[in-house]
């Protein structure tokens, strides 16, 4: 019989035992390794069928052993231990507390939105880095005692979980989660009333969510719920899947995590009597509509005397937007047409946003084409503070945004990087965070690590590799099983991997770009290095391709046919149902971690980062992190052929590089052993990663990075904005709209040069002077700057230096004059040009309102 409903029922833990439901739902356990040999301790075996989730263990634990366990005073002793050490964590000042003590002006509250978060693999909330990068910031930031709160949806059936059909396809499963099965509490009022969120739909419906709250350390996780009785069938199914539906159903989770998110948010922080955060950040553009929540908010409120757009100025201030994909596909753009469906005209009391005008919501969005409302396009018009995700992406971001910023070159496109990291205690071995006195968070403690003697470091990835080796078979077997074999014929599974070979990883969702298939370019070539007698490589493959990408389930059908094969089957395996809690064993296990995305399509990718925390080598393209954290002595570059316009062509250019650079490089080292038998030259690199690269890679840095670098600057701005009756709100958006409609008219005249020698050298004196009708504003309103760099045929500059210059006076028509001394900068082909551009001091750069004039 099947059950019409599922739901978990918790066990009665008796009274000396009742702080395990505290350990048990703050996630802080799944970073704390002493709280997990807790739960071990329990029932070892439960603990692994329960698959190491403490909600599960102690919903099926039997009612003796409990009783057993709380006339165990050891235990009991131990449990008072740990749960003392949580409540410590808590509240104990940390490195946030430290720099307010020291007098930094930081944020009052933060509110980070996403749409997927990956905390833990018992709560799968997530597809892939976009949000396991989302769990990683939450834990850093409990780390670092940073006040946050994390917003989100709780999807009823998560990602989808993979299994391979016998002729190698992928197969989808949604098995739906029970909330009470999970560890997360209600958002209740203070009469314990289910507090629900409720956004208004088209035709006098409404959307109501619940919110659930998972406790991550210090950070309240905020996870919205559309599935409850109130909600008619169709709305109910708004929260449902993550990634899954059309357009219509995507939009309106967007709505719910948007709009309704910044209402939780509201919600939470009255409860709990919090102050209100004084920085949104979005982390990618799906979130994007909550600037418009925050709008209507303010307009709502009528003694601030705010009309849109010094609501929006006040926002803006507040607001950090992070794009996350050069891939333009990866936008996530709609038909306006949709968003006119949902957002109507602001004029009913019942629509979405009362008292915003369609067209201005509209406007935020637009991109070239009017019939598309895009998301980031949005992000970016919304948020006064950008970045991207490394270096090279903030690079490559500028040069994808720069159409926002008609005028400027790419490279004056104020969006900025921070490099993402990882979250060390979640994703290095216990073994190395032993090692490195718990202190893995910090730089110090893997520094700690060039010490530690090279058998050691030897005999640890030895003992990773092995345990790797071990879930690798386990896991083979079950795939060959639900792929139809039966248990007689799987003997071979036994061997499957060898502890003593080079171990390479490949391991990530499945779009195009990443080039999963790229191994198999030589088909032959590479089934010689997996066979070769004296100096084997064994692979270990594994990624999810989008349900609706049949070319990436080909690709994957592809290594599966190949991996099949019975003469290599021991050598390269494809493990279904990548997720966290197989990738940890990767990271843990591989020697080599391998990447190769067509650059520079990688926005930073963190799965390489998580393998050099635990001594893996790199062997990738030169894209997102890599481009510039490798440094010779920590992995390999693939040489890429950049200017190769022919695709295949540049695979197959790639691919023998990957090829060459294994068979030259990598396997030699790892096999050439000396006396005591190890691979110096391959420790003395493991050393390096760890020690050097790994404080480099640290979640721990990209937080610090993100508060002093964006939500500092984002706080205090937004601060200065609201004071005084939004007096600077008011003022910066009044003076953004005197350079709107002067603007057209502004000319730069004329620009005259004197005093240059007739053969002008190096460090010559130059005086430009520049007449300009400044259209009504005041010299104050603008920034007029000689901007000189070397001039090719086309008298395009490049390698520019910018000088401002002086206001001087008043030309013979009224123009404002102004001028400059300034030394040439250059030798070879100099050219210059002058320009003006809006200035003020409200504005976090010179470029943010994309205007300038040129002669
Ligand atoms: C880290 C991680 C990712 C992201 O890896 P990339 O290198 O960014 O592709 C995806 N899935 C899981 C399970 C991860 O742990």
């Given amino acids: 019989m099947k059950a019409l409903r599922r739901f978990t029922v918790r066990a009665q833990l008796p009274d000396r035992l009742s702080p395990l439901a505290e350990l048990s739902v703050n996630l802080r356990w799944s970073w704390h390794s002493p709280t997990q040999d807790l739960f071990e301790s329990i029932d070892p075996e439960l603990w692994v069928s329960s698959e190491?989730?403490?909600?599960?263990l102690l919903g099926e634990v039997g009612p003796d052993r409990l009783r057993e366990l709380a006339t165990d005073d050891r235990f009991v002793a131990r449990l008072a231990e740990l749960t003392d050490e949580l409540h410590e964590y808590l509240r104990r000042p940390l490195w946030f507390q430290r720099e307010l003590e020291a007098g930094q002006d930081l944020p009052a509250g933060i509110a980070y939105f996403s749409m997927e978060f990956g905390v833990s693999e018992v709560l799968p909330n997530y597809s892939g880095g976009l949000g396991i990068l989302a769990g990683d910031h939450l834990k850093a930031a409990s780390d670092l005692g940073l006040p946050l709160i994390g917003v989100g949806l709780l999807y009823r059936s998560g990602y989808f979980r993979q299994s391979l059909t016998a002729d190698g396809w992928q197969a989808e499963r949604y098995p739906s989660l029970d909330p009470q099965g999970l560890p997360l509490r209600l958002l209740t009022d203070d009469g314990g009333t289910a507090v629900l969120v409720h956004v208004a739909m088209p035709g006098d419906r409404v959307l109501r969510a619940r919110v659930w709250i998972a406790q991550v350390g210090r950070i309240p996780l905020l996870l919205l719920d559309s599935d409850i009785a109130d909600n008619d069938p169709e709305l109910r199914g708004v929260t449902d899947r993550l990634y899954g539906g059309d357009q219509d159903h995507?939009?309106?989770?967007?709505?719910?995590?948007?709009?309704?998110?910044?209402?939780?948010?509201?919600?939470?922080?009255?409860?709990?009597?919090?102050?209100?955060?004084?920085?949104?950040?979005?982390?990618?553009?799906?979130?994007g509509f909550l600037g418009l929540e925050r709008i209507r908010e303010l307009l709502a409120d009528n003694s601030n005397g705010l009309d849109f757009d010094s609501a929006l100025t006040a926002v803006r201030a507040s607001t950090v937007f992070t794009t996350h994909t050069p891939v333009p596909a990866g936008i996530d753009r709609f038909p306006a047409d949709l968003v006119r469906h949902y957002f109507g005209d602001g004029s009913a009391q019942s629509s979405l946003l009362p008292g915003i005008a369609l067209d201005r919501i509209l406007e935020l969005g637009r991109e070239q084409d009017p019939s598309v409302f895009n998301m980031a396009h949005m992000g970016l018009r919304s948020a006064q503070r950008a970045n991207g995700v490394s270096k090279l992406h903030g690079i490559v971001s500028r040069g994808m945004f720069e159409a926002l910023w008609p005028g400027f070159d790419a490279g004056e496109v104020p969006i900025g990087s921070v490099t993402?990291?990882?979250?060390?205690?979640?994703?290095?071995?216990?073994?190395?965070i032993e090692l490195a006195d718990d202190t893995m968070e910090e730089a110090e403690g893997w520094e700690r690590l060039g010490d530690v003697p090279e058998q050691e470091l030897w005999r640890i990835r030895g003992d990773l590799r092995a345990e790797l080796v071990d879930e690798v078979r386990r896991r083979v077997k079950a795939s060959a099983l639900e792929r139809g074999s039966t248990e007689a014929e799987l003997g071979w599974t036994a061997d499957v991997f060898d502890p003593n070979v080079l171990t390479v990883g490949f391991a990530r969702r499945v779009p195009t770009y990443k080039r999963l298939t790229l191994m198999l370019r030589q088909p032959d070539r590479l089934r010689a290095m997996l066979l070769d007698p004296e100096r084997p490589v064994q692979l270990v493959v594994a990624g999810k391709s989008h349900p609706a990408d049949d070319g990436g389930k080909a690709l994957i059908q592809q290594i599966v046919r190949f991996a099949d094969e019975a003469d290599v089957r021991h050598r390269i395996v494809f493990l279904p149902d990548y997720d966290m809690s197989m990738a940890r064993y990767l990271y843990w296990g591989c020697d080599v971690w391998l990447n190769n995305p067509l650059r520079p399509l990688e926005a930073c990718g963190t799965s390489g980062m998580k393998s050099a925390l635990n001594g893996g080598l790199n062997l990738s393209i030169r894209d997102g992190w890599w481009d510039e954290m490798y440094d010779g002595e920590n992995g390999w570059a693939i040489p890429t052929a950049d200017g190769v316009v022919d695709e295949h062509r540049r695979d197959d250019l790639e691919a023998a590089a990957l090829y060459e650079l294994l068979e030259k490089s990598v396997l030699p080292k790892f096999y050439d052993r000396n006396a005591e038998g190890l691979p110096a030259r391959w420790v003395e690199m493991v050393r390096h990663t760890l020690q050097r690269t790994g404080p480099k890679v640290l979640a721990s840095r990209m937080v610090r990075d993100y508060t002093t670098g964006y939500y500092g600057p984002a706080s205090r701005a937004g601060v200065a904005a609201t004071a005084d009756g939004f007096a600077g709100a008011k003022a910066l958006a009044e003076y953004r709209s005197r350079i709107d409609s002067a603007w057209p008219s502004l000319r730069v005249l004329e620009v005259d040069s004197s005093g240059l020698p007739d053969t002008p050298v190096l460090g010559s004196e130059l005086t430009l002077t520049a007449h300009v009708d400044l259209a009504g504003l005041a010299p104050g309103d603008v920034v007029v700057q000689a901007v000189l760099g070397k001039a090719d045929s086309d008298e395009n500059l490049s390698g520019v230096v910018t000088?401002?210059?002086?206001?001087?006076?008043?030309?013979?028509?009224?123009?404002?004059?102004?001028?400059?001394?300034?030394?040439?900068?250059?030798?070879?082909?100099?050219?210059?040009?002058?320009?003006?551009l809006p200035h003020h001091p409200s504005l976090a750069g010179d470029a943010e309102l994309g205007r300038v004039a040129a002669p």
């Fill in 803 to 836: 000088v401002p210059m002086a206001h001087s006076g008043q030309g013979p028509e009224g123009e404002a004059v102004f001028d400059v001394d300034t030394t040439l900068p250059m030798s070879g082909n100099v050219g210059y040009t002058v320009r003006v």
């Fill in 52 to 56: 190491r989730d403490p909600v599960r």
């Fill in 420 to 432: 993402n990291g990882v979250h060390a205690p979640t994703w290095a071995s216990r073994r190395w």
């Fill in 250 to 287: 995507r939009v309106k989770q967007e709505i719910l995590a948007g709009v309704g998110g910044v209402r939780a948010v509201r919600a939470y922080t009255t409860i709990h009597n919090l102050p209100a955060p004084s920085v949104f950040h979005m982390n990618e553009g799906h979130a």
